[in-house]
């Protein structure tokens, strides 16, 4: 018996290493709205735009409205990391194994400014790269508001 729960212990400590999931691992949500729900003026979001999560966890991108996807943006993630894109109003999710910060946008929208950022782990690894990206039109706006969140953290 003891000898069993060495291995169970030895085959935990493997699998976090590698940067599986592990059992603990948790799954965050991040909606996709036509409207935000705490400012019905602002049209075409990620809600909420900026999470905080830890290595292994997996974030499910939820579609609340018709229209919207998660694209990551591949200038916008950290070296070793995995690009994604999600289907157009179509639930999806993404577990993130690499530390870093992970910028991404609705693909139809993110001119208009819906875009989002992710922070695993220790996430300054690339944080300053991710903040120095050109940005264009209202996503340059939406950016700046979630930087300013960041650095307040
Ligand atoms: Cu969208």
Redesign the pocket.
């Known amino acids: 018996m003891l000898r069993n729960s060495i291995i169970a212990v030895a085959i935990v400590a493997i699998s976090s290493a590698a940067g599986m999931s592990a059992a603990w691992a948790k799954t965050h949500e991040v909606f996709?709205y036509n409207k935000n729900p705490d400012n019905k003026k602002e049209r075409?979001t990620f809600y909420p735009k900026v999470l905080k999560i830890e290595l292994g966890d997996t974030v499910k991108f939820v579609s609340k409205s018709k229209?919207?996807n998660s694209q990551s943006d591949k200038k916008g993630i950290p070296e070793g990391a995995e690009n994604w894109k999600t289907k157009i109003g179509k639930d999806a999710e993404i577990t993130f194994d690499v530390e870093g910060t992970y910028s991404y946008f609705?693909t139809?929208?993110r001119g208009m400014g819906?875009v989002g950022l992710i922070l695993v782990g220790d996430y300054k690894v690339n944080y300053e790269a991710v903040k120095a990206l050109k940005q264009k039109g209202n996503a340059k706006k939406v950016y700046k508001r979630i930087y300013e969140e960041v650095d307040a953290m």
């Open positions: 996709m075409n229209g919207h609705c139809p929208h819906m």
